[in-house]
T-cell receptor, first 116, second 113 residues
Framework: EAEVAQSPRYKITEKSQAVAFWCDPISGHATLYWYRQILGQGPELLVQFQDESVVDDSQLPKDRFSAERLKGVDSTLKIQPAELGDSAMYLC??????????????FGPGTRLTVT | KNQVEQSPQSLIILEGKNCTLQCNYTVSPFSNLRWYKQDTGRGPVSLTIMTFSENTKSNGRYTATLDADTKQSSLHITASQLSDSASYICVAHGSGNTGKLIFGQGTTLQVKP
């Protein structure tokens, strides 16, 4: 069964350092999402891509976060510089179409980031 | 403000028992209601998706109900198993091609032997 792949699974970094996460969606899925999930809370959307274009990045802290999906397939989320408050699980998800109607969103296993 | 609230925040039950998790949402316009199961340290996995015209949907021992008039949903777990220990997240989806998923904070369920 096809899955969303993410790496690394765990990342520990010092504050002010740069960190990057990678996501490979399910093959053929045009829509890709990055979420941040703080422990004990539900995921919060950071950015949504349709193919290589950003559809929604209204909640992305653009002073330190950036995301790209250059060829409309895999994607990278970067944080520079990392802050203590960035410690969270970063989840990637993909769907065949934008999440209109009842199209399913499939989540990857996530990257657990700890900033020290 | 679009919001999803879940109760209880956490729940402990004995293996074999049934339980019901609650979800209230204020998302408008509304498209569908989803329940996800999230094991510790893993990504969420979809259990059910219900449109506003559906009242109930089952997935094995999981049965979700939806009352679009009162904006309430529930997830009933029958004959619980140890593997049901997880966080259960209620998600309301707004209408439109870029309608966002609004996530609840989740209910943490622990099933004890």
């Amino acid at each position: 069964e096809a899955e969303v792949a993410q790496s690394p699974r765990y990342k520990i970094t010092e504050k002010s350092q740069a960190v990057a996460f990678w996501c490979d969606p399910i093959s053929g899925h045009a829509t890709l999402y990055w979420y941040r999930q703080i422990l004990g809370q539900g995921p919060e959307l950071l950015v949504q891509f349709q193919d290589e274009s950003v559809v929604d990045d209204s909640q992305l802290p653009k002073d330190r976060f950036s995301a790209e999906r250059l060829k409309g397939v895999d994607s990278t989320l970067k944080i520079q510089p990392a802050e203590l408050g960035d410690s969270a699980m970063y989840l990637c998800a993909s769907s065949l179409f934008p999440t209109s109607g009842s199209y399913e969103q499939y989540f990857g296993p996530g990257t657990r980031l700890t900033v020290t | 403000k679009n919001q999803v609230e879940q109760s209880p925040q956490s729940l402990i039950i004995l293996e074999g028992k049934n339980c019901t998790l609650q979800c209230n949402y204020t998302v408008s316009p509304f498209s569908n209601l989803r329940w996800y199961k999230q094991d510790t340290g893993r990504g969420p996995v979809s259990l059910t998706i219900m449109t506003f015209s559906e009242n109930t949907k089952s997935n094995g021992r999981y049965t979700a109900t939806l009352d679009a008039d009162t904006k309430q949903s529930s997830l009933h777990i029958t004959a619980s198993q140890l593997s049901d220990s997880a966080s259960y997240i209620c998600v309301a989806h707004g209408s439109g091609n870029t309608g966002k998923l609004i996530f609840g904070q989740g209910t943490t369920l622990q099933v004890k032997p």
